[in-house]
């Protein structure tokens, strides 16, 4: 991790000492790994090879065991959210990268309170880091007070823009909107865009965890510095010391299993994801018992070219 200015140090250190926390325990007596405690990421029709609507993606959620998922569709947001309500199915999240009247006004007409996850923004220009978490919360803070409007939090997602990526810097933001008054903003911390050393990780995840809404498996390279693809759990070599981190900690907010991948299946993609945490959990308790390690499924072939067909000569 880059060195940090003594001013962001200290802010980090008083936050990392205050009592208030915004971890989000889903229930005490609730395994981590429970199917109640899981969402589903990344299913929405872009995501899915088979295309589901609203209706078909609740069943598919329904037949997998699960009951939450996270939202980044195509913007028939009231259809997901009745499909969701008739199924008995939470919509965790949304995907907000930028505020969105429909998506605030939908949460208020059906009453419900999901998170809103929202990514960093490359439009800033500025790189003093006192400067840009002015500039970040500046951009979150009527985000925020929208979500507190609706009783809802706003979860800082890292997201492909390299300085928000930095839980520090996040937690530096959280910190500066508090001294605003808002205290609705956390951290939903994704394996599959955090590019730090396994090393730091167990010391990373001790600063953030009083900030935690929410935390996104994905595999993990032997080597957790190179940018990973998405990939199933328990599939590659770091994640499960990872995870191991996570339950050992006592966190017990909510996971989400991540899809992603729009050549296959939903239903194929939640499901091995799943069967990696069985596997993870298997390993947790007793190294060397969950047998063979998930393996990625292959990607699809290529389809192949249509035959060329000359005409027929005229008679």
């Known amino acids: 991790m880059k060195p940090k200015p003594l001013a962001l140090i200290g802010l980090l250190t008083v936050a990392f000492l205050a009592t208030t926390s915004l971890k989000s325990i889903a229930d005490d007596t609730l395994s981590l790994f429970d199917r109640k405690n899981i969402s589903a990421l990344w299913i929405a029709a872009p995501w899915d090879a088979k295309k589901r609507g609203p209706e078909e993606r609740m069943q598919m959620l329904q037949e997998l065991g699960l009951s939450k998922f996270a939202y980044n569709g195509d913007g028939a ?75 809802c939090k706003v979860g800082l997602y890292n997201h492909r823009e390299p300085w928000f990526e930095e839980q520090d810097h996040q937690v530096a933001i959280i910190e500066r909107l508090r001294r605003d008054g808002l205290t609705n903003v956390g951290i939903v911390f994704n394996f599959h865009h955090w590019r730090g050393s396994l090393a730091e990780f167990p010391a990373l995840f001790k600063r953030i965890q009083p900030y935690l809404l929410a935390v996104n498996f994905n595999g993990m390279r032997a ?13 590659d070599e770091s994640e499960l010391a990872m995870i191991r981190v ?28 799943l069967q990696g945490l069985e596997w993870v959990q298997k390993e947790l308790r007793q190294p060397g018992s969950g047998g063979p390690k998930p393996q990625e499924p292959a990607p699809p072939a290529p389809a192949l070219p249509k035959p060329v067909v000359a005409p027929l000569a005229a008679p």
Do not use: M
């Not at 009453?111 to 979150?140: K, L």
């Open 223 to 235: 080597d957790t510095t190179q940018y990973p693809p998405v990939r199933f759990i328990g599939s």
């Open 246 to 273: 996570v339950e050992a900690s006592g966190w017990r907010g909510s996971i989400g299993v991540i899809h992603e991948r729009p050549t296959v299946d939903a239903a194929d993609g939640i499901k091995g994801n």
């Open 77 to 151: 947001v009231d259809a997901e959210i009745e499909a969701a309500k008739k199924h008995g199915v939470e919509i965790a999240a949304f995907w907000y990268p930028a505020r969105n009247p429909q998506i605030v006004d939908a949460i208020k007409r059906y009453g419900i309170h999901p998170q809103f996850w929202v990514c960093g923004s490359r439009a800033i220009p500025v790189t003093n880091d006192a400067e840009r978490i002015e500039a970040e919360a500046a951009r979150i803070r009527p985000i925020a007070e929208d979500a507190a409007a609706l009783g």
